[in-house]
């Protein structure tokens, strides 16, 4: 069955799903367990809210959330979060005219907390594909863990289309 992951979207099935997403600047966190092949995938779009909210109120477009989110979801399917198999996509630069050469853009800002995020639930990273300029296609095949990931750069047309809506991932 095949799922396509909105932002601020995850969801956890096991080997009869593939999960799909476009992403931009917003970053793609897979995780697969490789005995059960059972996987999870979510699509955030900053790293962390302003404000404070209660434990059990978890928004899928933070990617600290998100990570919640995905391994207490892992956990009551009976899965190790630690056993997984972590993978990271996206944090591209869709507004590659408009950035300072020394500023941090969204997309970088979102892969860094995604790769400390894993780091302090003790997921390993096996494999990422972050950064560059413009969008992936993302596609996690949760029978066996792969995923692919087609980055394309972004036309002149679209920049300015991005621009004016005010910018999404």
């Known amino acids: 069955m095949d799922i396509f992951l909105q932002p601020g979207e995850l969801f956890v099935g096991d080997a009869s799903f593939q999960i799909r ?8 966190i897979t ?6 092949h059972v996987g999870s995938m979510s699509h955030f779009l900053l790293p962390t809210r302003s404000v404070a909210v209660h434990e059990n109120v978890l928004d899928g477009r933070y990617g600290d959330e998100a990570l919640r989110w995905m391994i207490k979801d892992l956990k009551a399917a009976g899965i190790n979060p630690r056993q997984c198999q972590a993978k990271i996509f996206g944090g591209g630069n869709m507004f ?12 970088q800002r979102n892969g860094e907390a995604a790769r400390l995020l894993l780091q302090n639930e003790g997921i390993e990273v096996v494999t990422e594909s972050l950064y560059g300029v413009g969008h992936r296609q993302i596609i996690f095949n949760v029978s066996n863990g792969d995923v692919w990931a087609r980055q394309i750069r972004p036309s002149q047309l679209e920049i300015a289309a991005e621009y004016a809506a005010g910018g999404s991932a």
Do not use: K, Y
């Open 31 to 36: 995780l697969w367990h490789p005995f059960e």
């Open 21 to 28: 997403t476009i992403l931009g600047s917003c970053v793609s």
């Open 96 to 107: 590659p005219d408009q950035v300072r050469a020394s500023a941090i853009t969204v997309g």
